[in-house]
């Protein structure tokens, strides 16, 4: 499952686009814009809907596997929708049911069938999503790119976030109660990404010339990938679905 979307808000060259991410299975795939979001479906390739919200932009947009809700966050200039706020859409109803607000901007989201997560540049925020009841937060160094993995499964809930250093990674198995800390590069997390089943993790750095994949119930580094020589900016992992690779 890849680690999230990629965040294009800031950038000068699409006024239109601000978001592109993956659902957890990878059938389809959402996108933020100025006008609101849609969501296309890969095989075959089509726009599964599209919606306009007035007051702004979608500068994130979460799915759930192919069911009718999203949680949404919006751009700076999105009046309805401030980017502070994480709102759960209900497109069957098409409208929101549900927020959560925070002082600081919300730098992405990750959805289970169970929970929701947001993820602040300090924090990670964990919360039930039936009632949207707080269950844990989180520190963590400065994460501006919002990484945050989150397994989709339901075999166990594991989390993976930056740790308190960097380089590091916070991995949370949350049925268990247990924690582990990554030491796994010496420089800035770019990318996270768990499997399916919350078993194995991969991790990259702002260098972007080695991923390291972990088993998650161990913390034990298992295989170290080199892709090359040089500098890579590593925008989104994710495993195939035996997790063979």
Same mark, same amino acid.
């Given at each position: 499952?890849s680690?999230?979307?990629l965040?294009l808000s800031r950038?000068?060259n699409?006024h239109d686009?601000?978001f592109?991410?993956?659902?957890?299975?990878?059938s389809c795939?959402?996108v933020g814009c100025s006008t609101?979001?849609?969501?296309y479906?890969c095989s075959?390739?089509?726009?599964q809907l599209?919606?306009?919200?007035?007051?702004?932009?979608?500068?994130h947009?979460e799915?759930l596997?192919?069911c009718?809700?999203?949680?949404l966050?919006?751009?700076?200039n999105n009046?309805?929708?401030p980017?502070n706020?994480?709102?759960?859409w209900d497109?069957?109803?098409?409208?929101?049911?549900g927020e959560?607000s925070f002082?600081?901007?919300v730098?992405a989201?990750r959805?289970?069938r169970?929970m929701?997560?947001?993820?602040?540049e300090f924090?990670v925020?964990?919360?039930?999503?039936?009632d949207?009841?707080?269950?844990l937060?989180l520190?963590?160094v400065?994460?501006p790119?919002?990484?945050c &993995? $989150?397994?989709s499964?339901?075999?166990?809930?594991?989390l !993976?976030c930056p740790g308190s250093?960097?380089?590091h #990674?916070r991995?949370e198995?949350?049925?268990?109660r247990?924690?582990?800390?990554?030491?796994a590069?010496?420089?800035?997390l770019?990318c996270? &990404? $768990?499997?399916?089943?919350?078993?194995?993790?991969v991790? !990259?750095?702002e260098?972007g010339?080695?991923l390291? #994949?972990f088993?998650?119930?161990?913390?034990r580094?298992?295989?170290?990938?080199?892709?090359?020589?040089?500098?890579?900016?590593?925008?989104?992992?994710?495993f195939?679905?035996p997790?063979?690779?």
């Open positions: 499952m680690s999230g979307g965040d950038s000068k699409n686009l601000l592109i991410g993956y659902n957890q299975d990878q795939f959402a609101g979001f849609r969501i479906n075959p390739f089509r726009v599209d919606r306009v919200i007035e007051g702004g932009g979608i500068r947009v799915m596997f192919r009718n809700l999203f949680a966050v919006g751009a700076a009046g309805r929708f980017p706020q994480v709102i759960i497109d069957q109803l098409k409208k929101e049911v959560l002082r600081h901007e730098k989201v959805l289970r169970d929701v997560v947001a993820v602040l924090k925020m964990v919360y039930r999503f039936a949207l009841s707080f269950l937060e520190d963590t400065a994460n790119k919002g990484i &993995a $989150l397994s499964g339901s075999q166990q809930t594991v !993976a250093q960097r380089g #990674v991995l198995l949350m049925d268990q247990r924690t582990h800390a990554l030491a590069h010496t420089s800035p770019s996270l &990404a $768990l499997n399916l089943d919350g078993s194995r993790l991790t !990259a750095s260098k010339t080695i390291r #994949v088993d998650t119930g161990s913390g580094s298992l295989q170290e990938l080199r892709r090359g020589a040089g500098t890579a900016a590593i925008c989104s992992l994710t195939n679905p997790s063979t690779l």
